[in-house]
């Protein structure tokens, strides 16, 4: 698949070991986490710290991009890349993509109805265009595969799988899913990744004329009305989804659909024995009961701890406020991924086209 174009201003990532699992970026000598995979450490606790690792002090700003490293090293949970094909066994969809990466298949799928008696589907529009051909018109496939995907019995009209070839739809009044996931059939809405610096307040203008969002958008986005789903403190770096959608943002951002967020934080150690429990069991903050999904220890080195936590809260300053609680005020704080969507490789202060195979697993998990 192609690499997204990257845009905007930011530094450009280091030759090597230089992603989002790899604590090198947070301090000068550090080594790289090693990418073991299985669950979180039960109690994150540090033990004796590795040699030669951070510099003490605060990190250096910039450098530190939210990107993954392409072999070993620490990666965020998270669907992989290079899914297997759809379930009818045929060509995946989206498989020529231009932007984004290929998540794989869907897990959460809504719910369809399979097809009845009738040769045509309650949903076919005699003034429609043909099914196939809006497929192939929102990028799924070739006009053929497409025709293959509906006889397989991977498309879904209004909830309702669809396995005649002759029927025509209204694209603007119907919602089609393929292997699970929505099609965007609007073209008029847009979907973006920002890669937020420390120091960039999270507003599309700021009075105080502070560094903001629409700093780094480049001069052919600058007229479309983009706003921000839900935000990233002044002093926290990384993953910012912008987009027009107002349907999407408001579900990514209602605590009730839970959208996990991954975070890696920087914080002074040794850590105590027990505090990755304690943070996953919960904590009681000023304004209720908080905790983490999941807890891991990706690196320690004298006098510095990097961890990985993942949380589905959206509250202001939550994981802030968590580490101070348990004694560990952050030093730095990285967004690495939301729902599906992870910043990868991409650089720091650059914004890139959602692909959208990506735009379909976010809706996927809220239920779009």
Do not use: W
């Amino acid at each position: 698949m192609t690499q997204a174009p990257r845009s905007g201003s930011g530094r450009s990532n280091p030759r090597s070991g230089g992603g989002a699992g790899s604590s090198r970026s947070f301090g000068k000598g550090s080594k790289p986490a090693t990418g073991r995979t299985g669950g979180p450490k039960s109690s994150g606790g540090a033990g004796a710290p590795k040699q030669g690792g951070f510099k003490s002090g605060a990190p250096k700003s910039g450098g530190f991009n939210g990107s993954e490293p392409k072999e070993g090293g620490f990666k965020p949970g998270g669907p992989r890349t290079g899914a297997p094909k759809g379930k009818g066994g045929g060509e995946r969809a989206f498989r020529n993509e231009r932007f984004g990466k290929n998540l794989g298949p869907v897990t959460k799928r809504t719910h369809t109805r399979r097809p009845g008696k009738p040769v045509i589907s309650e949903h076919h529009d005699p003034e429609g265009i043909r099914l196939q051909k809006v497929m192939a018109s929102a990028g799924v496939a070739s006009r053929r595969v497409c025709e293959e995907m509906i006889t397989e019995g991977r498309v879904e009209v209004d909830g309702e799988v669809v396995t005649e070839l002759g029927v025509r739809v209204d694209p603007k009044t119907v919602a089609i899913h393929v292997d699970g996931m929505r099609l965007q059939l609007d073209e008029t809405q847009k979907y973006y990744v920002f890669n937020k610096p420390r120091g960039v307040v999270s507003t599309m203008e700021d009075p105080e004329g502070r560094p903001c969002i629409s700093d780094y958008l480049k001069s052919t986005n600058k007229h479309e009305r983009l706003f921000h789903v839900g935000r990233l403190d002044t002093n926290t770096e990384g993953l910012l989804l912008l987009t027009n959608d107002g349907e999407l943002a408001n579900r990514l951002t209602h605590p009730s659909y839970e959208v996990p967020k991954t975070y890696l934080v920087q914080v002074r150690g040794p850590m105590a024995h027990g505090i990755g429990a304690q943070m996953r069991e919960g904590i009681e903050l000023e304004d209720g009961f908080a905790k983490v999904d999941s807890f891991r220890l990706v690196d320690s080195t004298p006098g510095h701890i990097l961890v990985e936590v993942v949380l589905h809260s959206g509250r202001n300053r939550i994981v802030r406020r968590m580490f101070d609680a348990v004694g560990h005020p952050v030093e730095r704080l990285v967004r690495t991924q939301m729902g599906p969507i992870r910043l990868n490789d991409q650089r720091q202060g650059s914004i890139r086209v959602l692909g959208r195979h990506e735009v379909g697993h976010l809706m996927a998990v809220v239920g779009l």
